[in-house]
């Protein structure tokens, strides 16, 4: 237990931040389970509409904050070190203290189910409730005179510090460490949609802090940033969140993405179609994405000018995006293909992101989203691509990386049940939003009129939402059965051709005996020009330095959450213990020997 807990070998935290992340995974999930089960039919009684609001926001807010992009940095933490040759990330430390941050950040937002009687709520759950947007002046005490509030934007700040101190790690680590010989152009495609989104992260991020902090002081200190009555402008809010709220889409989905390229070609045996466009194109995507912001705002009233401004941009964004999938449909094109359930998954993500795609073109149309704004159209986009995409893409990553990652196989056959359970219920949950929306039905309602005409198609989307929860239960069934009915994986058993297949599985702690020199852009298959990359020696050399554990990370960490306790019950020595906490464990960590 103390090597887990002290660990700074990115491997573990990959580990750590994949069981956590898919923890939040099922609770988010557990959520929209009762949201369906509360719209299955019209005039629901399952739930309050307070209990309503405080589940859709906290499912928001969970899948976005604490699954998706979680699940994403659990790829990131194992695998980017191993695809650029290198022993370990620039800043193991740093790494242990982002995990820790997330976890505790985490565990503070769900503390709110529980902790009304603390405040002496008369209930027992005082979690958000205002949506996982915030929209101003719903936020203000006005209209949240509760704790609700505070713990959404407390914790959304914990979480963003967890962000960007692996957002900085990353970006340090695939500039600096690589291997020799691995240019930017060798870098496999999943390294390179990392690197992209870790420069939005460390650029969006800040955005919403400073909307958050604003927030902050008005609920605590009287200020009126977004108050109309002290000067105020809701519509700062709006601005502030969605310049961040739009590039935070392109961070969960460009790893998807990069996943995405990495098992087509291992799959269809043959290179990326187009490696470089695919490279480029998601630079564009991550530029274009800080100028789309305000089709999300059409409804407020901005006028023509900003109107047809981002109407133009959000159109312009769909172009890379689509270059994207002409790149994927090419790599396919006359390979040899194997129909592994990683390539089902990333298939499904090409087809499921398409429809996703071509729903959220819409919205580039003012008039169009005038109608489409607050109804369940939206929601139908939204999840085909973040559902469709993000997690269809992660998956099609966890049963690629899952033998490297555990020296264990995932049953195929288990594997594409889940596959098929999750494509046919998705689609059965999300696409009859498209229509339900178009005839009405406003989104973010506890319960509706039969005379609106959309009972058949709630019914639908339930019972499709609940198909994907029965898959995602096979899906961990298949992770438990790899440790009680193990299967030992070898060291490349889809014949893979980045550097990460060049070890054993699961790696060593000092992942490579020698450091590669890399000679070409697949190192492990042959190519025209080079061969395949020489085996690397069984034994190191000689003694590997690797960084040792530290509690330093973890004590670090805990200050934060302290704080957060402090503000929120108003009272200012716990807020100065946690400062106290959090400084000690800075100097600890600051003078603590190199060498362990």
Known sequence: MKSWLTTTDHKRIGLLYFWTAFAFFLIGGLEALIIRAQLVRPEGIGVSAETFNQLFTMHGTTMVFLALMPLSAAFFNFIIPLQIGARDVAFPRLNAFSYWVFLLGGLFLNASFVAGPLFGAGQLSVAPDAGWFGYANLTSRQFSPGPNVDFWLLGLQILGIASLAAGFNFVVTILNMRAPGMRMLRLPPFTWMTLITQFLVITAFPVITVALVLLMFDRFFGTHFFLPSGGGDPILWQHLFWMFGHPEVYILILPAMGIVSEVLPTFSRKPLFGYTVVVYSGVVIAFLGWSVWAHHMFASGLGPIADSVFAGTTMLIAIPTGVKIFNWIGTLWGGQIRFTTALLFAVGFIAMFIIGGLSGVTHASAPTDLQQTDTYYVVAHIHYVLFGGTILGLFAGMYYWWPKMTGRLLSERLGKVHFWLTLIGMNL????????????????????????????????????????????????????????????????????????????????????????????????????????????????????????????????????PIMAIGALSHFLPVVLAGAVVAIVGIYGWAFEPFEM
């Open 429 to 560: 949950a999300f696409f009859p939003m498209h229509l339900s929306g178009l005839l009405g039905m406003p989104r973010r309602i506890y319960t509706y009129s039969p005379d609106l005409g959309v009972a058949g198609f709630n019914l639908v989307s339930t019972i499709g939402a609940f198909l994907v929860g029965i898959a995602t239960l096979v899906f961990f069934w298949n992770l438990l059965r790899t440790r009680w009915q193990p299967v030992n994986a070898p060291a490349n058993p889809w014949n893979g051709a980045t550097l990460e297949w060049a070890i054993p599985s699961p790696p060593p702690v000092y992942n490579f005996t020698v450091i590669p020199t890399v000679a070409n852009r697949l190192p492990l298959w042959q190519t025209e020009r080079h061969g395949p990359m020489a085996p690397l020696p069984e034994r190191p050399p000689a003694p590997i330095h690797v960084p040792g554990g530290s509690w330093w990370p973890m004590i670090t960490a805990v200050g934060l």
